[in-house]
């Protein structure tokens, strides 16, 4: 009997493209966890990496950038167009400016350029279920976080577990009453500042919806805002997450009478838990604290907290403009003002131009492009703004424009130098688009949202 040869038949143009996009979503869950891990390497585990640790995401950017190319995912609009051309612009200035490092040169344009199109990128890559499981993912990743921070909060701010990047023994940012502001596994403060509202934002999506979380997570999820707000230490986590709140209860009307019973139950269960909290030790030290944190950053401004948060809020908008009218035409060179531009360039660390964003933009590349840059970002977030208002106004669906509460600043005015912020920024962003390019339906009522689905009746 004569044997046929094999034939081998080769994978359909559909199949190799839909296997290289699970990739391309692979790598966006590797930058997720990465982003949130990333301050545990350069502290505890990997201390002497520290540094080179700052860029670990990079190569997972440009792996997602690849593989869009290579299924055709890579987006050509204008945003991403006006991202190269501003690259490009920002490059030749810094050699007119004679910045000659080249290293210096790279890293900047790493913070303002490298990951944006990668915003673009989650939106056309991402679904609605994708969206659904890195929003349950970020919600039960809160309950541990914030398990940490209490233990954190209640530590020496000598202990191992408070130490700073490299393993450096008091590296943390002093909160009050001889406690350090606890990180969770970020590097510093500023990772919860961001994560507790994209979490805030996702819980109160969850509760707003028909289809649900079980519930024991949806209220331990709440249960860990709660209390990490006050063990935070920090004005900003408390005041970001309660902006969330604030657009979740202005938006509610959008959102259809279908959800009413809904969140009267997520609000109730959510009191009910808030209540709970109240009795218990560790929670009523971190009041404590944190209005000792409040008070004194009162008597830093003549006894007015609210004064001092809208002062520092009209700064940060107002302040760089000063600084651009004494900007050289074309700067001193990207990434000069940063950290690692500073230490390179000075063997120093600190702010060599100026502390906040948009006087650091200015400073180096000029009014002019500096100020190209920052319209850049402003006008991004409007579109972000008017892509999430019109996914409540089309559909009801709430998530967009809670998302958007929760990273307005983060995008338009905060410092990008630090890895964590940059990252939460276009994190934020790409999800938002993901999210409004693929709207709740009614049909996807019967399917729960990632795992840990409500248990249905017998």
Not at 234 to 255: D, E
Not at 269 to 286: D, E, K, Q, T
Not at 378 to 406: C, H, M, Q, W
Not at 435 to 440: F, V, W
Request: aromatic share 12%.
């Amino acid at each position: 009997m004569t044997r046929l040869p094999l034939v081998s038949v080769p994978r359909s143009v559909d199949s190799e493209t839909t296997f290289m996009e699970r990739w391309i979503k692979f790598f966006i869950w590797a930058y997720l966890i990465l982003l949130i891990a990333e301050g545990a390497l350069r502290k505890w585990f990997l201390p002497s990496l520290a540094d080179p640790l700052l860029i670990i995401r990079d190569p997972v950017v440009l792996a997602i950038y690849f593989l869009a190319f290579a299924t055709q995912k890579f987006p050509t609009n204008p945003w991403v167009l006006a991202v190269v051309a501003l690259a490009i612009a920002s490059f030749m200035a810094s050699f007119i400016a004679g910045q000659t490092n080249m290293i210096v040169t790279l890293y900047g344009m790493r913070i303002n350029y490298l990951h944006l199109p990668l915003i673009w990128v989650m939106g056309e890559v991402l679904d609605r279920k994708d969206v659904a499981q890195l929003g349950t993912a970020l919600l039960l990743i809160a309950i541990p976080m914030t398990a940490l921070m209490t233990v954190q909060f209640e530590s020496p701010m000598n202990a191992f577990i408070n130490c700073g990047v490299g393993n450096d023994e008091g590296g943390q940012i002093f909160g009050a009453a001889g406690r350090i502001r606890p990180p969770g596994t970020f590097a510093f403060i500023t990772g919860p500042q961001m994560f507790y509202p994209l979490v805030a934002a996702i819980f109160l999506h969850q509760i707003s919806e028909d289809r649900k979380l079980w519930w024991p997570v949806i209220l331990a999820s709440g249960l860990s805002l709660i209390v990490a707000a006050p063990i935070s230490i920090s004005r900003t986590v408390m005041l970001s997450c309660l902006a969330v709140f604030a657009v979740f209860l202005l938006t509610l009307p959008l959102t259809g009478s279908r959800s009413t019973a809904a969140i009267l139950r997520g609000l109730f269960g959510l009191g009910a838990v808030a209540v709970g909290v109240s009795f218990i030790p560790i929670f009523h030290v971190a009041q404590d604290v944190f209005m000792e944190r409040w008070q004194t950053a009162a008597e830093s401004t003549d006894g007015n907290a609210w004064g001092g948060v809208a002062e520092r809020v009209t700064g940060d908008v107002l302040d760089p403009f000063y600084w651009a009218a004494d900007a050289p035409v074309f700067g001193y060179g990207i990434g000069v003002g940063s950290n690692v531009g500073g230490r390179l360039l000075s063997g120093e660390a600190g702010f060599m131009l100026a502390e906040d964003e948009w006087g650091k933009i200015f400073l180096e590349l000029g009014p002019m492009l500096g100020g190209a840059f920052i319209g850049f970002r402003v006008v991004l977030t409007a579109y972000l703004g008017l892509t999430a208002f019109k996914a409540l106004r089309e559909t009801g669906d709430n998530l967009p424009i809670l998302i958007f509460a929760s990273c307005v600043t983060v995008v338009a005015q905060a410092q990008w130098a630090p890895p964590t912020i940059m990252g939460f920024a276009v994190f934020d962003a790409g999800l938002l688009i993901a999210a409004a390019n693929h709207p709740l339906a009614e049909e996807d009522e019967e399917e729960p949202e990632g795992g840990l689905a409500e248990p249905s009746e017998a």
